[in-house]
């Protein structure tokens, strides 16, 4: 049985923006970001971590980075798990696209949808698949991190229950949360989901709402 512990990165400038980041460069972790990373060697002290992967883009690598340097560990990159290209919607505002008359389809039907200039959920889905059955096959007994998206930890999700993929976005991906998957050859599980793993203490933001939450790439993030 492989354990994948699926560790949606810290709050970033992209969060504190409100916009969809997608795979737009420059996107790093905010303020509160850098210390949820920096709580993180101590949240994930229970677990006995074989491999650290993680998605290649920034805001994931500097998530971990703490964590590295205290166990001493090597990070791969590993473009199965890196976020949804989201083509012509990257970097815009969410409130703003949330105005999109495909906006509906997005969140009632979102298998059936490409990005513009981007990538479609179903194929996301699948390499999703394929990224955990490969390491799943080469490391059967192992357990392994994985730094990644809302939006993959939310597929990857759905995909280990069985699940209904269209209704993937009922689901809550919190930033610096843990999800944790058993895959094994006969059978796939859920262990803990979108488990908050670092408390920061409360500045004078408002707190979002639930549908602030459920948006693509986990909205604004908390």
Not at 41 to 49: G, V
């Amino acid at each position: 049985m492989t354990i994948f512990l699926l560790l949606r990165h810290a709050h970033s400038t992209a969060n504190d923006a409100g916009i969809l980041a997608g795979r737009t460069e420059g996107i790093h972790l905010s303020t509160k970001g850098i210390q949820q990373s920096k709580g993180l060697p101590k949240a994930l002290q229970e677990f006995s971590i074989n491999r650290f992967i993680s998605s290649p883009l920034t805001r994931c690598i500097q998530t971990i980075q703490p964590t590295l340097e205290q166990r001493h560990k090597r990070l791969v990159l590993n473009d199965s798990f890196i976020e949804m290209d989201y083509g012509a919607w990257s970097g815009r505002e969410l409130k703003k696209l949330r105005k999109e008359k495909v906006w509906t389809q997005i969140q009632r039907n979102p298998i059936s949808f490409t990005f513009p200039q981007g990538e479609s959920f179903a194929t996301t889905a699948k390499r999703i698949e394929r990224g955990l059955q490969k390491l799943s096959k080469l490391y059967p007994k192992e357990t392994i991190l994985i730094v990644t998206h809302g939006d993959i930890i939310k597929l990857a999700t759905q995909i280990t229950l069985g699940g209904d993929l269209n209704k993937f976005q009922r689901l809550i991906v919190d930033t610096c949360s843990l999800t944790v998957l058993d895959w094994n050859k006969n059978e796939r599980s859920l262990q803990h989901f979108n488990q908050k793993l670092v408390k920061i203490k409360k500045s004078g933001t408002h707190k979002l709402g639930m549908k602030s939450r459920r948006v693509l790439g986990g909205g604004s993030g908390v």
